[in-house]
């Protein structure tokens, strides 16, 4: 008997899941001795032996670094859109044609198309064809409405963690590599790609003799629209293609989807892109997106008709034959649109389809002919337009106002999940509220249900609607500016803080102190809102950020003044006072950006907040707080980033344990070593103040050569 395999590793995920998530202890061991114990007559020729638990290792660093919510039937609550059974049939067919051909000459296919038109929809009916097929290898549905980081590193980690599950031979790749290179996953975009694609497909070809596999990417246009981003996307269409280029028996074929943005047609209007290469355009007033929007209307309508049996003429058929061709040519092949709109005419608060569909028909006709001409998504804005005027003016649509701005800004400022129930709580609006004002919006949001907004976020359906919101054309009334929801957020973290900062008797902020507005597995959501309001409170920080660039410093230093400078760290996440660090250009903490702007901005250091500045000889040591924490903040210069280190001081033991800190003594007896430095109090209330400076040594005094700078915070009496 010859074993040359290793056990197969399906097992180690959860029995029946759907999506790629290790189930065990990553860091537990096993191997058995006994695995051969009494075996006789066999002989093991070449063989590696991999204990599971190893690849578990593997697994959970690919896991945390990718992207599982946006692989093909993940455990997401919210499905992937398919296409009508009857609908865009000439491309998806195409497609699956094009796939098993052997004739097949070209290996990437870019299906483009406008926003709007159903391209997620069409991936994800490939998607699924590729598994019914047992060919899907890997999908990534890119969406910018979740707030995800999505780059293209974390890009190749989630097609690297779907292949892992699919190709033994990978597998054991994968944990010889990580085992050799822990910190893989920190490499250059080309590294990475090269390690996790091109050496063990082209090089190895560890696919062995098996047909090609199916690899999808949907939404490339849905990045970051900063040049950065742009070329960070257009990188990844150049590692494709050359690795397709380079790979004679190709072993994956790859589909891409985006709209038709310059960046991208310019990367793959190149010649070696090209020839590699063939382009499916979903096109808008053609003949077949006529007839696949009538399938469609016909399909809804009948759903309707059967919802509402007691709405429907007797005799007359309803829709008429005029309307859905009214409705047939107003969509033009914009699947979003239809979609919102049948989402409209069979809205239950209305409760009544036949009025839905008359103002429908209503608002389509004001948008006119030559708009729609111009700009094929003018009529949708139009028609977003006019359910967003039918919210009751006064606190109903300015309570629907602030959750829409809080759904476009917070989730790209918190790495923590923002259910329903947790940014209500977060916004101080109570459970009737919100839905009072979110019952106008179930056609253009994905509203979940009380009973599913303890884990369920609320988000647009499509991502036009959260285009239409920001877009400099959409009245003034209705556009969600950023910097307003930018500055309603850094309220409502300020308001959590100072509610989790109110005892006097507790050095630590207690969540326990915050007030919920919807009450729900009360002390599970205060340490989440709490998390949520030191993400929060941080954007007052964010600097280069288009989001935020008009969020004026004026108004900063105003919201700052409602701080309690003697607690100014519990205002921040603990981590940033023990953990060692890189600092980041774009998010500076908050003791980073308050020494730069006291030292750079003469309006800053007008502010109410910055009582006076003096040198560090006139400073009192008895009136430096022993009550409260101090923090010294070192910055070194380490394979070319800044790292900070910073170490706490206290009098009281509970900070000290809590934080590995020293006590307030050893603070003061460094102290004369700064005297030439220049302090800033801050604070209005002498209760509440503390002093902040920096120290940068000079080159002739530096006894460490890789001492970048010095930040000291430190609470005192004023």
Known sequence: MHITSIVQLRSLWRP??????????????????????????????????????VFQDVLSKLYQYALPRACFNSDSEDPLPR??????????????????????KQNMLWISGAAGVGKSAVMGSIAQNGSEDKCLGASVFLSKSDGRDEGPRRIIATIALQLSTEIQAYRCYLIDLFTRDPQLLEKETEELFRKLISEPFGERKLHGDAGPWLVLIDGLDECDKEEGARGDMCKILAMISQFVEQSPSPPFVWVIASRPESWLKTTLSKTTVRRNCWNKHIGIDTQESFRDMKIFLESEFAKIREDFPYHMPIEQQWPSASQTRELVHAFSGLFVFASTAMRFVRDRSASNPRKQLDSLLATIAKSGECDQQHNPLSALHKFYLAILKGIPTGECYQTA???????????????????????????????GDAYSALNWLHSVLAVPLPQEAVTREIKPLHSSFGDFLRDSSTPDEFRVKRPEAGEDIVKCSLRILKQ???????????????????????????????????????????????????FPLAKRAELLEEVDFSKLDCYVHPDVKTSVHATRSRHQSLFEWLSDKLKTSPEFQKS???????????????????????????????KGKTVVRPKVYSGVKEIREKYRGGDIESLKSILPSYEDAHVHLLGKDP????????????????????????????????
């Open 16 to 53: 029946g899941a759907r999506s790629c998530r290790p189930t065990h202890n990553p860091t537990h061991r096993l191997c058995n001795p006994d695995t051969f114990k009494g075996a006789k007559h066999f002989v093991l020729n070449d063989c590696n032996f991999y204990d599971v638990h």
């Open 83 to 104: 296409c009508h059974p009857d609908t865009r049939r000439y491309i998806i067919d195409k497609a699956r044609e094009w796939f098993h051909s052997p004739d097949r």
């Open 401 to 431: 106002k602030r959750i829409l701005g809080a759904c476009d800004l917070l989730p790209r400022n918190t790495m923590h999940a923002t259910s329903l129930l947790l940014m209500c709580n977060f916004l101080g609006i109570e459970q």
């Open 500 to 550: 989790a900062n109110s005892s006097k008797a507790a050095p630590l902020p207690q969540a326990s102190n915050i007030d919920l507005s919807w009450d729900h597995e009360s002390a599970k959501t205060c340490e989440a809102l709490l998390r949520t309001a030191y993400d929060g409170f941080r954007i007052l920080t964010v600097e280069d950020s288009k989001f935020l660039k008009s």
């Open 608 to 638: 109410r907040i910055v009582k006076s500045s003096m040198p560090m000889s006139r400073i009192k040591y008895h009136n430096i707080r022993s009550d409260r924490t101090a923090i010294h903040f070192k910055f070194t210069e380490e």
């Open 687 to 718: 209760k509440k103040s503390c002093i902040v400076f920096e120290h940068t040594p000079s080159s002739q005094a530096n006894s460490d050569p890789k001492s970048i700078k010095e930040i000291f915070f430190i609470p005192y009496k004023n």
